[in-house]
């Protein structure tokens, strides 16, 4: 039977990606992948190291001319955020990916394609299937879990598994650049109580959503100034309550902290006699927003329909006041750039999610800056305005950032290496994102990092996707620097 990966180039690299896409690794499921990668291990007689967490290192001993060279960590995370469209009826828990190829890039058909990080784990399994008489250093090949959800294996790491202190991280998303710092981040989990009351008899059911925007990774695509659904809903929500009779039901957008809302969906009830100010609302907001972010988000649709769902119970005035009150306060997108690094996003939040319960709504705010002193100020901010509203907010502490070393020696092995494959110098760069390699320096002192790897767009939204061309780039870039460590 053909499969889509037939032809494609490294066909070792493929080969492993592709089964990685036929095992669930939900974050915080990663059962099935670990149990993978052990029996992986033991049939090629690969010892193995383990921590508490679920933290895996499979060890390659040194070949060829690397046999006495120094130990070099491979690091990637097994897990991968899990985002479907609407309309997919794909179970992460269960079903393997449906792979396809258009122009070039690698997809999955309606669901996220794991990319971040199957491939950097992809040529991890690669490395570690190469013939014995291969040069190559020592390795220590580091499987983390859980990273998408706020980096808890590498929080856990017990660095007494790790022997090397030069690490090469596998987690960057644009071929051509080397990443050498990363932002640092943390949560905040605020829940605001609410009280309800019967819903009014004569009213009538409506569903409003807004679909079709592009989400992405709240880091790495957060200067585009994409559409945030939940923004969108709440600021449509307040237009009708505002010019109408009407009564909020629930609300609910979003669900990963680390990825820009794509969806959000609301229930309210409308007097029969203010149907059509509600629905003149609800047009003239989505109008004006059409307008504002149009040319970035030509797929946002914004739906007002009738619903036959009556629901027994609604918002009071002053819980539902207070509701759209807070999302429409609580702040999404940049908030500075750096004055040191031009372009570079330096603080941001990610209004993330929103969901009701009985009695209480929970809504969840991820923050990051390369700055620690910075991402806790904003994180105070949020508390204040959630405290306004009378709402209580739990913070976890945050993940710290990885800090630049310019005089790195495997900054200037791989930069050398780098420019000799590009024809020019690569892009040496700092990303608004969390990196492990933050995290893992702090548990290892005197680890030396860098991070690279192939071009990854759309990360945690089914739009993701990974330039085919580019990963037989980034192998032979990960096969040359080894070859050079293995001479040392």
């Known amino acids: 039977m053909t499969s889509v990966i037939d032809g494609l180039k490294p066909e070792i690299v493929w080969k492993h990606f592709e089964t990685l896409t036929k095992i669930p690794r939900p974050s915080k499921h990663e059962d099935k992948i670990l149990k993978y990668l052990r029996e992986f291990a033991r049939e090629r007689k690969l010892n193995i190291r383990e921590d508490e967490t679920g933290n895996i290192v499979i060890l390659r001993p040194g070949s060829g001319k690397g046999k006495n060279a120094s130990t070099i960590i491979i690091q990637s995370h097994v897990d991968m955020v899990c985002e479907k469209n609407r309309d997919s009826n794909h179970d992460f828990m ?39 008489d291969t040069s190559l250093p020592p390795l220590e090949c580091l499987f983390t879990v859980d990273e998408e959800t706020g980096l808890t294996g590498a929080f856990a790491l017990n660095g007494e598994i790790l022997k090397g202190r030069t690490m090469l991280n596998l987690d960057t998303e644009d071929w051509g650049e080397i990443c050498i710092g990363c932002a640092g981040g943390g949560d905040s989990s605020i829940n605001l109580p609410i009280e309800k009351m019967p819903a009014p008899s004569d009213y009538l059911s409506f569903q409003l959503s807004v679909e079709g925007l592009r989400g992405g990774h709240s880091g790495v695509d957060i200067h585009e100034e994409r559409g945030n659904a939940v923004v969108f809903i709440s600021s ?80 009071t005035k002053q819980s539902q006041t207070d509701l759209v009150g807070l999302l429409r306060t609580l702040p999404h997108g940049v908030l ?45 901010r949020i508390k204040i305005m959630s405290r306004a509203f009378d709402a209580t907010v739990e913070q976890e502490e945050a993940y710290p950032g990885w800090a630049p070393n310019i005089n790195s020696p495997i900054l200037e092995t791989t930069t050398k290496i780098y420019t000799d494959l590009l024809g020019k110098d690569p892009h040496i760069c700092a990303i608004h994102a969390g990196l492990e390699c933050g995290v893992i320096g702090e548990k290892v002192e005197g680890m030396d990092m860098v991070s690279f790897g192939p071009t990854i767009k759309g990360p945690h ?7 085919i061309n580019s990963v037989d780039k980034f192998w032979h870039l990960l096969l040359k620097i080894l070859r050079e460590l293995a001479k040392k």
């Open 461 to 467: 939204s089914p739009d993701e996707r990974v330039e």
């Open 336 to 380: 500075k750039y750096s004055h040191d690094v031009e372009g570079l996003v330096e603080t941001s939040n990610n209004l993330a999610s929103v969901q009701i319960s009985e009695n209480k709504v929970t809504i969840v705010c991820s923050t990051r800056s390369s700055i620690s002193e910075a991402l806790e100020s904003q994180r105070e």
């Open 236 to 315: 449509i929500i307040n237009n009708v309550l505002n010019n109408s009779k009407s009564h909020l039901i629930s609300i609910e957008g979003g669900d990963k902290h680390n990825a820009i809302p794509r969806e959000a969906f609301a229930t309210l009830y409308i007097h029969p006699e203010s149907v059509s100010d509600a629905q003149n609302s609800v047009s003239n907001r989505a109008r004006a927003l059409k307008k504002e972010f149009g040319s970035v988000e030509p797929n946002m649709n914004v739906k007002f329909t009738g619903s036959d769902e009556l629901p027994e119970k609604c918002l």
């Open 94 to 132: 269960n079903d393997p990916l449906k792979l396809y190829i258009d122009d070039g890039w690698l997809k999955a058909e309606g669901t996220t394609l794991g990319a971040d990080n199957g491939i950097g784990v992809a040529a991890a399994m690669a490395l570690l299937d190469l013939p014995a």
